[in-house]
Every structure is written in structure tokens, then in C-alpha cells.
């Protein structure tokens, strides 16, 4: 493995995530298809986590935009010999990021009675983005199929240690937290160690085939939707709001 890799530092981003800024950049939708992502188990594996959960509106296949998942598999082959990623969540429906949104202002609120109604929102948003009011002009990042929520596992079949679980909603899920640390003069266990070189690897790969990062995740990564047009500077996204088609059963449809 290019050693670069788990050595070249996550950026420590200076700014907060603007939700109104990362929906900015305009759509040209390239009508790219959505496609199932489990045809390369060698190297990717899926864990649909909120269809497990039995969260509201959520399909037990994991589906992807086509270029999305071509990238996944070129980011794959980076990997550690043995290593794999797990996908958690891609496209995901309007009704699951509801649901998802009402489910954490739900548990938060009962987490913090004493936060106000502003404080309460601003960290639901920081781990969901809102449910979106104008599909056309600026859908939820996932909605696009251009989002991807992952970690890595070993060649034992272990997940890497990231410091937190999926969808933690503490400021330890920020992706460059570890690096924060550091760069503050602090000393790292080696236990926070391992999760550094590990949210290296994650980074370090996925953004050499393309993908941005949410900086308030270690795990959301995005390609082609406005989010990743915001952040790469890319003169437009290319991925807006869409639904899966399921083309194997038309015939039987029709
Ligand atoms: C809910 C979490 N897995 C996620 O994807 N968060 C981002 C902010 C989103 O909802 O787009
Ligand atoms: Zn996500």
C-alpha cells in the first residue's frame, strides 16, 4: 500500500458546513441510472443500515448512481490487500430522511429537554440534512444517489476502528477531529492512533477517485451532487433527485 495514504493529513476545515451554501451550485442532470451495488463482494459488501433498522421508507438493496459506484470499485482496488468497504446507505427516499430527521430531533430532545428549539435543530442538522422542500433545485444529498455512507473492514472481517459508531452525532464524528487534536499539541493514544491512520485511509482514498467528505462525518462521502460541486468547486452538480426503477421487473409490469 502507497504509504501516503494513512500519512498525508485530513484538512482541518476553518469553516462551519453552510447548508444554504451547498446548495448553491446549479443541476445539469446527466441522467445517469441508478444502479445495485452488490455485484463486486470481493471488495465491497453492503450493510443497508436503516432498512435494518426499520426505519420508514427504505429498500433492502443498496443503490447507486453508475459513476458513483464505478468509483467505489476503483477505490477499492487502493485498499489494504483483504480490506473492503461497507456501504451503509446511498440513495435514500425522501420519506427515510424524514424519517431519519424526526427520529434524532426525537431522541436529542429527550437527550437535551433544555436546549432551545434553534440549539435542538442545529445539531439534528449536523448529523441529518433537512428533509428537502424543493426536490428539483435542492434535494438531500442522498436523495441524488451521489452520497455514500461507509467504513472499512479488515481481511478478518473486523470493521477498522473510526473512533465513533455510524451516524455518532458528537463532535468525535467530525472527520478531522483526530487531526484537530493533534494539531492542538495534544498527544494521541494509541488507540486514537489507529483511528487517525484509519480516517486517513478512508479519506485519502475515497477523495483520490473524486469523492468530497462531509466534514461533520467521518463517514459521508459525495460525488456529482451539489454538495460535492460546493466543496470541489466543480462548475455544477450533476446528480439531482431520483428514484430507483427497478428495470429487471418491467417486463413482468408490463
Ligand atoms: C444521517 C447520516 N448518515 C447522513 O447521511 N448525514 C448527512 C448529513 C445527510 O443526511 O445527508
Ligand atoms: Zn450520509
Same mark, same amino acid.
Given at each position: 500500500?502507497?504509504?501516503?495514504?494513512? !500519512?498525508?493529513?485530513?484538512?482541518?476545515?476553518?469553516?462551519?458546513?453552510?447548508?444554504?451554501?451547498?446548495?448553491?451550485?446549479?443541476?445539469?442532470?446527466?441522467? !445517469?441510472?441508478?444502479?445495485?451495488? @452488490?455485484?463486486?463482494?470481493?471488495?465491497?459488501? @453492503?450493510?443497508?443500515?436503516?432498512?435494518?433498522?426499520?426505519?420508514?421508507?427504505?429498500?433492502?438493496?443498496?443503490?447507486?448512481?453508475?459513476?458513483?459506484?464505478?468509483?467505489?470499485? @476503483?477505490?477499492?482496488?487502493?485498499?489494504? !490487500?483483504? +480490506?473492503?468497504?461497507?456501504?451503509?446507505?446511498?440513495?435514500?427516499?425522501?420519506?427515510?430522511?424524514?424519517?431519519?430527521?424526526?427520529?434524532?430531533?426525537?431522541?436529542?430532545?429527550?437527550?437535551?429537554?433544555?436546549?432551545?428549539?434553534?440549539?435542538?435543530?442545529?445539531?439534528?442538522?449536523?448529523?441529518?440534512?433537512?428533509?428537502?422542500?424543493?426536490?428539483?433545485?435542492?434535494?438531500?444529498?442522498?436523495?441524488?444517489?451521489?452520497?455514500?455512507?461507509?467504513?472499512?473492514?479488515?481481511?478478518?472481517?473486523?470493521?477498522?476502528?473510526?473512533?465513533?459508531?455510524?451516524?455518532?452525532?458528537?463532535?468525535?464524528?467530525?472527520?478531522?477531529?483526530?487531526?484537530?487534536?493533534?494539531?492542538?499539541? @495534544?498527544?494521541?493514544?494509541?488507540?486514537?492512533?489507529?483511528?487517525?491512520?484509519?480516517?486517513?485511509?478512508? +479519506?485519502?482514498?475515497?477523495?483520490?477517485?473524486?469523492?468530497?467528505?462531509?466534514?461533520?462525518?467521518?463517514?459521508?462521502?459525495?460525488?456529482?451532487?451539489?454538495?460535492?460541486?460546493?466543496?470541489?468547486?466543480?462548475?455544477?452538480?450533476?446528480?439531482?433527485?431520483?428514484?430507483?426503477?427497478?428495470?429487471?421487473?418491467?417486463?413482468?409490469?408490463?
Amino acid at each position: 500500500m502507497d504509504r501516503t495514504i494513512i !500519512e498525508s493529513p485530513i484538512p482541518i476545515s476553518s469553516v462551519a458546513w453552510d447548508r444554504g451554501l451547498s446548495h448553491e451550485p446549479q443541476i445539469q442532470e446527466s441522467n !445517469e441510472p441508478l444502479v445495485a451495488s @452488490n455485484f463486486y463482494p470481493e471488495r465491497i459488501i @453492503n450493510s443497508p443500515e436503516y432498512f435494518n433498522q426499520g426505519i420508514d421508507g427504505t429498500l433492502m438493496s443498496i443503490y447507486v448512481r453508475q459513476s458513483v459506484y464505478d468509483k467505489l470499485i @476503483n477505490a477499492a482496488t487502493l485498499l489494504p !490487500e483483504g +480490506y473492503k468497504f461497507v456501504l451503509f446507505d446511498v440513495w435514500r427516499s425522501n420519506e427515510a430522511q424524514q424519517s431519519l430527521f424526526d427520529i434524532l430531533k426525537n431522541k436529542l430532545s429527550k437527550q437535551y429537554p433544555d436546549l432551545s428549539q434553534p440549539a435542538l435543530l442545529k445539531r439534528v442538522l449536523t448529523t441529518v440534512a433537512p428533509p428537502s422542500d424543493d426536490i428539483i433545485n435542492k434535494p438531500s444529498p442522498h436523495n441524488t444517489g451521489g452520497a455514500v455512507d461507509l467504513a472499512i473492514i479488515d481481511q478478518t472481517g473486523h470493521p477498522l476502528k473510526f473512533g465513533t459508531p455510524f451516524d455518532d452525532h458528537t463532535e468525535v464524528a467530525r472527520t478531522s477531529y483526530f487531526e484537530e487534536k493533534l494539531s492542538q499539541g @495534544n498527544q494521541l493514544t494509541s488507540d486514537e492512533e489507529m483511528i487517525l491512520q484509519n480516517r486517513r485511509l478512508l +479519506y485519502n482514498i475515497m477523495t483520490e477517485v473524486g469523492f468530497t467528505n462531509y466534514t461533520d462525518e467521518w463517514w459521508h462521502y459525495d460525488y456529482g451532487n451539489q454538495n460535492w460541486a460546493w466543496k470541489s468547486g466543480a462548475p455544477y452538480a450533476i446528480y439531482g433527485s431520483i428514484r430507483p426503477t427497478f428495470t429487471w421487473q418491467d417486463p413482468l409490469i408490463s
